[in-house]
């Protein structure tokens, strides 16, 4: 399974931005996907989980109420819709996929590259 992460980029406090997470190759093995953020300096932390199916999401406290994960199954692509983005959410948004041992937190198989998300103040 390849994943493509874009949309990133520059914004300021207040405004939104839509990464998406394009899927390719065996995805009938994915159980789930979701984005992941690395800020400068700190770990790589949980943001939006979602089944594969669609049916289920999944949100790290510091986003819910504004973000929102969703997928396009024609498509084989997730999306991360954020809004009210604050300067703490200044990071590189990792996608990802995982399989059988999936979990909304972990058990990822398959990671994207990476993009950017600048919030100004």
């Known amino acids: 399974v390849q994943l493509q992460a874009s949309g990133g980029g520059l914004v300021q406090a207040g405004g939104s931005l839509r990464l998406s997470c394009a899927a390719s190759?065996?995805?009938?093995?994915?159980?789930?996907m979701g984005w992941f953020r690395q800020a400068p300096g700190k770990e790589r932390r949980f943001v939006a989980a979602?089944?594969?199916?669609?049916?289920?999401?999944y949100y790290a406290d510091s986003v819910k109420g504004r973000f929102t994960i969703s997928r396009d199954n024609v498509r084989n692509t997730v999306y991360l819709q954020m809004t009210s983005l604050k300067p703490e959410d200044t990071a590189v948004y990792y996608c990802?996929?995982?399989?059988?041992?999936?979990?909304?937190?972990?058990?990822?198989?398959?990671w994207g590259q990476g993009t950017l998300v600048t919030v100004s103040s």
């Open positions: 979602i089944t594969w199916s669609g049916g289920m999401t």
């Open positions: 190759g065996r995805t009938f093995s994915m159980y789930g």
């Open positions: 990802a996929g995982g399989s059988r041992n999936w979990s909304p937190r972990t058990g990822y198989d398959y």
